[in-house]
């Protein structure tokens, strides 16, 4: 029997587009997943919150992400540094 999840006393994860299954492969345009399920759990608490679907061919997803690799290799250390502290400034507000 499945455990009874706790997704619903969370409302910002809906707000940010989530369900109380989600599929857990972006490939580089989509989310996808054809795989085994897994539950995620709350690390405080131990309760589950929701469900996410593996993909089983991550082919196509490690082509986008080689593809991405070579583009972020190829800018300057300036800035990604630039980029990085963005990120964790925007992450704080």
Do not use: Q
């Amino acid at each position: 029997m499945a455990e009874e999840l706790t997704f619903s006393h969370f409302p910002f994860l809906a707000e940010l587009g989530l369900t109380e299954e989600n599929d857990g492969c972006f490939d580089g345009e989509n989310w996808g997943g054809s795989g085994p399920v897994f539950t995620s759990y709350n690390p405080a608490t131990g309760l589950p919150i929701a469900r996410i679907r593996t993909v089983r061919d991550a082919g196509k997803s490690s082509g986008s992400l080689a593809g991405w690799l070579v583009g972020w290799l190829t800018i300057s250390c300036e800035l990604v540094c630039v980029i990085v502290v963005t990120i964790g400034l925007a992450r704080r507000l």
